[in-house]
């Protein structure tokens, strides 16, 4: 991939990467103090866990975007409040990083897994993994006693929503 190829790529995906995260957060935010421990089956991670796992997963494909490689960095948390800070504290800033970098960087060749592609790429396939799995995470939370965010436009939790249909 050229620098110029690159850049370019970082220009369409900046602006995505920003609103996702936004929505991202707001799911995140939504995970009730208290039921977090459900999961719909056995095959399933809890809610803690998921929520711990978008949160970790965004931090990991943007760091390794700026760092040129990949290190998963596990941490366990004992509470929503506890993801929803550690992703405030973290994915903001990362962002701006990725944000400033300059085209080499971006089109530099990076590996991950079985992959060994331009950096900037990543980024795509941390949009496709966190929206996966904020999906997941929001068909959890009526289960978990809580209400759902507006992801894109309102939910039928919104009091806008909520009143027409009553």
């Known amino acids: 991939m050229t620098n110029e190829a690159a850049k370019g790529l970082l220009d369409i995906l900046l602006p995505e990467i920003r609103y996702e995260s936004a929505t991202t957060r707001k799911v995140l935010a939504a995970v009730p103090a208290e039921n977090y421990q459900y999961k719909p089956s056995e095959k399933c991670m809890t809610g803690l866990e998921l929520a711990s796992h978008i949160a970790l997963s965004e931090a990991f494909f943007l760091r390794g975007v700026i760092n040129g490689n990949f290190e998963w960095k596990p941490q366990e948390f004992a509470s929503p409040a506890a993801v929803l800070a550690c992703y405030d504290e973290t994915v903001p800033a990362l962002i701006e990083e990725v944000a400033g970098l300059p085209a080499e960087k971006l089109a530099q060749d990076t590996k991950f ?11 795509m396939l941390n949009l496709k993994h966190s929206i996966h799995h904020r999906g997941q995470l929001s068909s959890y939370l009526r289960p978990m ?16 929503t909520a009143a027409a249909g009553e």
Do not use: E, F
């Open 113 to 123: 897994a079985m992959w060994n592609q331009a950096a900037v790429t990543y980024l």
């Open 145 to 160: 006693g809580a209400k759902v965010p507006g992801i894109y436009g309102p939910s039928a939790d919104d009091s806008v």
